[in-house]
């Protein structure tokens, strides 16, 4: 199947805490019913993004047919590419900016990365398995993402050398918030990360300006758990 262009991205979603909204562009392989879009606040420069990265390049060929579809998807080693409603909310959440720099743990296929990479001037990203790490490194440097930094490591730990960040994303559940995050997000920042074992929630952690930490549940979530030394402490 010939890839088709990138601005005929099938599902665009975003939130914002004070409301949803789901708009919805037409899918390039297939047909599917559009949910109507319901007006709120939203961030339009996540919409744009997201119109622009495409998913079925951080999936399989086998999955292109299901990749503009609002669900998870398969990447290989027992993980998944986030929904792309899943990931708007949370780029929106973290209000990235054209001069902040961002941490994502959890990097996966690297969709999720490529988002942040549109819209911060840079990313580093820490994934866990090897493979998945060498493969979005790959993928990313293909797809022409300049201001991208993958790593293999322990996402617990963030990545201090390059700290503080504006931004953090975390796409992993552990039953906790890492202290090392909270540490390595600057005064102003945000860190968005999904937190628990059998229920999780969504959470949004704001540093003020005093080193002080607003703490908001958003929504429950269903993330694979965070491995690692997550999983000791």
Known sequence: MRTRTITALALLA??????????FRLNPFGDFAEPEPSPSSRDDRVLEVMGRVARHRFVSKKLWKQAYEDHPLPIGLEQTISQPYIVALMTQLARPTADCRALEVGVGSGYQTAVLAELCKQVYGVEILRPLAEEAEKRLAELGYKNVSVRCG??????????????????????????????????????????????????????????????????PVQFVPMTGEAERK
């Open 14 to 23: 975003s939130a914002a805490i004070g409301g949803v909204f789901m708009a």
């Open 154 to 219: 322990d996402g617990y730990q963030g990545w201090p050398e390059h700290a503080p960040f504006d931004v953090i994303l975390v796409a992993a559940a552990p039953d906790h918030v890492p202290q090392p995050l909270v540490d390595q997000l600057a005064p102003g920042g945000r860190l968005v990360i999904p937190v628990g074992r059998h229920f999780q929630e969504l959470l949004l952690i704001e540093k003020r300006p005093d080193g002080s930490l607003r703490r908001t549940a958003v929504a």
